[in-house]
């Protein structure tokens, strides 16, 4: 059974940062590229970033460049999102999903094979 699971949502300040995890289980990420998703209370899910499983290479929404970063190690099968200076428009729940391809496709792409529960992430002061 696969399982992915997001960990490291929190309340956070404008400026903050946080740091989301995406553990897997069942399945091997060196076989998967990983996107992040978010969704905030009524808004359509949006594409946040992905990594490409076969070199490791991250592409990103333009809301969240230079402001996050996708990482991975394939030893500890997760993959996190470094998330830092950030805004109010930042709010959602935040969600990872696993697509069984060599490259990312295009960010607003949502046909994935796994996903998350989800993490709540707050920016509030």
């Known amino acids: 059974q696969v399982q992915l699971v997001e960990s490291g949502g929190g309340l956070v300040q404008p400026g903050g940062s946080l740091r989301l995890s995406c553990a897997a289980f069942?399945?091997?990420?060196?076989?998967?590229?990983i996107g992040w998703f978010r969704q905030a209370p009524g808004k359509e899910r949006e594409g946040v970033s992905c990594?490409?499983?076969?070199?490791?290479?991250?592409s990103y929404a333009d809301s969240v460049k230079g402001r996050f970063t996708i990482s991975k190690d394939n030893s500890k099968n997760t993959v996190w999102l470094q998330m830092n200076s950030l805004k109010p428009e930042d709010p959602a729940v935040y969600y990872c999903?696993?697509?069984?391809?060599?490259?990312?496709?295009?960010?607003?792409?949502?046909?994935?094979?796994?996903w998350g529960q989800g993490t709540q992430v707050t920016v509030s002061s």
């Open positions: 999903a696993a697509d069984r391809a060599a490259y990312c496709s295009d960010i607003g792409y949502i046909y994935y094979d796994y």
């Open positions: 069942g399945v091997t990420l060196d076989h998967y590229a």
């Open positions: 990594i490409s499983s076969s070199d490791g290479s991250a």
